[in-house]
């Protein structure tokens, strides 16, 4: 069990109730919606409940993702 960031991606025929649907899902299942955009949902929720959303109708993709960033290297400006 646990929580992680999924990419998902809804099919283009999918309808606004669909969506609607789709996101009280997700809520209920004790999941946090980070960024809705066209098709494409990013959302945070169990990895135990994937399994439950890809079954939801209109999906195209579920996909985990990572925002970790890259260690970026520090550079110092020395002095004289």
């Not at 929580?3 to 099919?11: A, Q």
């Not at 025929?13 to 980070?34: A, D, F, Q, R, Y």
């Amino acid at each position: 069990m646990v929580f992680e960031t999924y990419l998902i991606s809804l099919n283009d025929s999918i309808s606004p109730t669909e969506v609607e649907h789709i996101l009280k899902t997700l809520t209920s299942l004790g999941g946090n919606v980070n960024m809705v955009v066209k098709r494409s949902i990013i959302a945070s929720f169990d990895s135990v409940q994937v399994d439950i959303m890809r079954k939801k109708p209109g999906f195209k993709l579920v996909g985990g993702i990572n925002f970790k960033g890259r260690k970026v290297r520090k550079i110092v400006k020395r002095q004289l």
